[in-house]
């Protein structure tokens, strides 16, 4: 597919320059440079281990109050 842009001449010659720099046409230049703008990027895996955490009910979430003997009785549970 063939499309028109049209550039200012400064960035027309940064385009050029850039291009015979790294050995590649000002054509293969943009291409890749749109490629690499549209192409979906990938989330990296964080490693390390999978931590569980213990579930707390509340009857107003967002809210709760604890003490530590709480807290411990439900991490022992």
């Known amino acids: 597919m063939r499309i028109t842009l049209e ?3 400064t960035t027309h010659r940064r385009i050029k ?3 015979a720099l790294s050995g590649r046409s000002a054509e293969q230049l943009i291409l890749r440079s749109i490629e690499q703008s549209v192409k979906p990027k990938s989330v990296p895996k964080k490693k390390g281990r ?3 955490l213990p579930l707390i009910d509340s009857k107003n979430p967002g809210w709760l109050k604890l003490t530590n003997k709480q807290i411990n009785q439900n991490l022992v549970s």
Request: no cysteine.
């Open 50 to 52: 999978r931590v569980t």
């Open 17 to 19: 320059a850039r291009a």
């Open 7 to 9: 550039i200012s001449a």
